[in-house]
């Protein structure tokens, strides 16, 4: 590796590996830049997650570029005697980086809702387009793109994503129980009793992350995921981005009692005083369609867009408005590029 890329900095480290800006020796062919993010896993007691992040990106390389836009791009892999590797795209800083870190506030209205909308559409790719769910919606798993395209959402980290389409291209069937994986605020409540999560789980993280980004102030059993737990974490996604001081489990850390709280969250129907009080109407429907989900369910994507669109009109927020970090221009996210 080191004969082709040179390591530059540390960008973050994880329990298995950690990711590096790294600059190529010689341009790499079809590429506008030398300068790109260099993820590593070690091989010894490693769960594979590298592997699985390069299956999800792998399939994305045969996809349109209007896709491929909305994730990184893998330039590169390989391996050493001590850990496996990939090259990818740079992508500029976490959504959670950018509300608590760079802007320190919270997200407007019009900015919550644009990125409900982006992300809505990056899971449904996933979903449709590569067939696999990503079973850990949350906002440091969806950042901005670097330089330039920092008016882009991206989905990353794929690293417990699951395909559910099995070579026949039929649902695989649903484990009898899984192990959590993700994370407790935005987990769905499958993933929670432990059974085979769906797409639905992505959705209701995402819901409920909309809600907590919106205003920070204002606002668990064995069983398998399928594609409609990726809809309940989106669901969990959007309250969160949304508003934070919604969610009733904010400050929770203990996972059952967190599971007991988004139980509460639907008595009377749904009729929870953070529908009535805090969220849009629409907020209430979104969550109620999204329950209704069944391991085996396609979500109607374009249905949960019409509701986010509903909500925003009814709020009279124009989705024409610039993201809250635009005004900036793009953030010196990265070192600046040296091509010498």
Not at 88 to 93: E, I, K, R, S, W
Not at 119 to 129: A, N, Q, R
Not at 135 to 155: A, E, Q, Y
């Amino acid at each position: 590796m080191t004969n082709k890329y040179v390591v530059r900095r540390k960008l973050g480290e994880g329990g298995f590996g950690a990711v590096y800006q790294v600059k190529a020796k010689i341009k790499p062919k079809n590429c506008t830049t030398k300068v790109f993010a260099l993820k590593t896993e070690a091989r010894i007691k490693s769960p594979d997650r590298l592997k699985i992040e390069v299956a999800v990106l792998t399939a994305l390389q045969g996809c349109e570029e209007k896709i491929r836009e909305r994730f990184a791009t893998m330039i590169d892999r390989g391996q050493t005697k001590d850990f496996v590797f990939i090259i990818m795209t740079l992508v500029g800083p976490s959504l959670q980086i950018i509300r608590d870190n760079i802007l320190h506030k919270e997200f407007t209205p019009a900015t919550t809702f644009k990125i409900a909308l982006e992300s809505l559409e990056s899971i449904k790719c996933l979903h449709s387009e590569l067939g696999y769910i990503h079973r850990d919606i949350k906002p440091g798993n969806f950042t901005i793109g670097n330089n330039k395209n920092f008016t882009k959402i991206i989905l990353i980290d794929f690293g417990i994503a699951r395909k559910f389409m099995n070579k026949d291209n039929m649902l695989r069937l649903p484990r009898k129980e899984v192990k959590f994986l993700g994370t407790v605020r935005y987990a769905s409540r499958r993933c929670h009793k432990n059974e085979e999560q769906g797409r639905q789980g992505d959705m209701e993280s995402w819901f409920y992350l909309i809600c907590d980004l919106y205003n920070q102030r204002r606002c668990h059993k064995n069983e398998e995921q399928g594609r409609q737990g990726d809809i309940e974490s989106w669901f969990y996604l959007i309250c969160d981005l949304y508003n934070q001081a919604v969610l009733p489990w904010r400050r929770v850390r203990e996972k059952d009692l967190v599971f007991a709280l988004k139980n509460d969250l639907r008595e009377n129907d749904g009729n929870h005083k953070c529908f009535v009080e805090q969220l849009p109407k629409e907020f209430r429907d979104i969550m109620l369609y999204v329950d209704k989900l069944s391991y085996e369910d396609i979500p109607d994507y374009h249905h949960l867009k019409a509701l986010i669109e509903q909500a925003a009109k009814g709020m009279n927020v124009d989705l024409m408005q610039k993201y809250d970090w635009e005004i900036y221009g793009p953030p010196p996210l990265q070192d600046s590029e040296d091509e010498n």
